[in-house]
DNA sequence: CTAAAAAGCTAATGTCATTAGCTTTGAGGG
DNA sequence: CCCTCAAAGCTAATGACATTAGCTTTTTAG
């Protein structure tokens, strides 16, 4: 391993650090080989392409946004649990908006990825087995739950809401339209 | 008006079939121009450049999901519109889901678009007013909507959903939840 | 019939991604 | 210690695109 330490680890670290700073649009191999201080076509050592380099990236935010709501779920269950969950997917994406809008779009066809994403979904699975939902309806609720987190998460880092009224009380009322509906079985 | 009849409408067009056909990213003004038989820096006559064009495909799409909204949601009141309000903001979704994705993307400096995406946060007030909410917890209520429409709309359409159980099933789910949970009055 | 604006065009520049092929470095075996 | 070779870099080159500058051709208005 001669001259620098570049690592395929370390071309990710620069180039989430350029994701943080200037957004999804900036994170190129150019900038992150201007900023590691190679030239462009030396991080085809360490990375396939941009492609790849942008699965690296999202393989580690995943992971590290199904750590956060691995954390505050355990030890906590059903309304308790649910509401942690939320409000930790939630602080997640407002304290890295560049990071949660270069997590998915485009469905993987990685396997790697893809387990990375189901981490996030398995969390949310183990939090609605606290309502004794199984088979489809668990399916159904992690959906809804997943969905309303994402969108909420979304609309909110990109700006979507305008309006003076508190969000943080929006996303309350959120938790508890989840928590009451969850609560009643299935039809 | 001399040669081809190109205007910035008929430049949209054209975008907005090469969005449909083959995604977000082929939305090239190389691209427009060759589909449209023109070199490409002529249509710089017809649109200042390519952020310019993809704000004017976003209001073209965010007044066509917005028509159809309103459309289904004459004539109905509190829960039957509701459910129609959020079928029909699927079901866009599903049938365009190129344009959907093509939609919000940054927060909007620009009041004709920031108008045209305010047209469908319009029909959901208008719709939640029938559960007589008002003020404040209007706001919340219709930031609930939205987020959980657009949540399930981005993730089915980016392929989120991989289990084998019926999406549609998991949208009644998200109905129930959500017209359940604004039936109730504010905590 | 004509002049000026509108709509096109070609040429040129700059940014990226990516490939090909050459060079340097440093780690490990002798 | 020295040598070898693969890893890690580099430069040059190509190909998309976006965008600008400046020239040419149509039309349309008068």
Redesign the interface.
């Known amino acids: 391993m001669p001259r620098a330490g570049l690592t395929p680890e370390a071309v990710v670290d620069t180039a989430i650090n350029i994701l943080d700073a200037e957004g999804v649009g900036a994170v190129t191999l150019a900038a992150v080989a201007s900023r590691v201080g190679v030239a462009a076509p030396s991080l085809y050592k360490h990375v396939r392409n941009l492609d790849a380099l942008r699965r690296l990236i999202a393989i580690r935010i995943f992971h590290e946004l199904a750590d956060r709501l691995t954390e505050v779920v355990m030890g906590r269950s059903r309304d308790e649990a649910l509401r942690e969950l939320l409000l930790a997917y939630r602080r997640y994406a407002i304290e890295f908006p560049h990071r949660y809008a270069a997590l998915?779009?485009?469905?993987p066809n990685d396997p790697e990825l893809?387990a990375a994403g189901e981490r996030v979904v398995e969390v949310i699975f183990a939090v609605l087995r606290g309502y004794r939902l199984e088979g489809?309806?668990l399916?159904?609720?992690a959906?809804?739950v997943?969905?309303?987190?994402?969108?909420?998460a979304?609309?909110e880092t990109?700006?979507?809401?305008?309006?003076p009224?508190?969000?943080d009380?929006?996303f309350?009322?959120?938790i508890?339209?989840?928590t009451?509906?969850?609560g009643?079985g299935?039809?």
């Open positions: 998915p779009q485009a469905p893809a489809e309806q399916v159904h609720a959906r809804c997943r969905a309303a987190a994402h969108g909420f979304s609309l990109l700006g979507g809401f305008g309006r009224e508190s969000v009380a929006s309350d009322t959120l508890r339209i989840l009451d509906g969850l009643k299935t039809d």
